[in-house]
């Protein structure tokens, strides 16, 4: 069964834990958005604020989902 399905270059949730998956790293980004725009001075100050932290959660969820996708003609 896979939990994501191709669409272009992306991936887009096939089944509940896709989907599961998906919120938990969105819900994830928005908290960290929320508290570091509660602490910055400019968009700038968010931005490098929440860099460090939705760079490795979004390449995450693209790692999962790129070996979870079903792409035809991968090797895995």
């Known amino acids: 069964m896979h939990w994501f399905r191709p669409c272009?270059?992306?991936?887009?949730p096939a089944s509940v834990i896709g989907w599961a998956l998906s919120a938990g790293t969105l819900i994830f980004c928005a908290?960290?958005?929320?508290?570091?725009?509660?602490?910055?001075h400019s968009v700038s100050d968010t931005l490098y604020?929440?860099?460090?932290?939705?760079v490795p959660a979004l390449l995450?969820?693209?790692w999962v989902a790129d070996r979870t996708g079903g792409r035809a003609g991968s090797s895995r």
Not at 8 to 12: I, P, S, Y
Not at 31 to 40: E, F, G, H, K, L
Not at 49 to 54: A, E, M, R, S
């Open 60 to 62: 995450a969820l693209a």
């Open 31 to 40: 908290q960290i958005a929320s508290a570091i725009d509660r602490q910055s």
């Open 8 to 12: 272009g270059l992306l991936f887009l």
């Open 49 to 54: 604020g929440i860099f460090p932290f939705w």
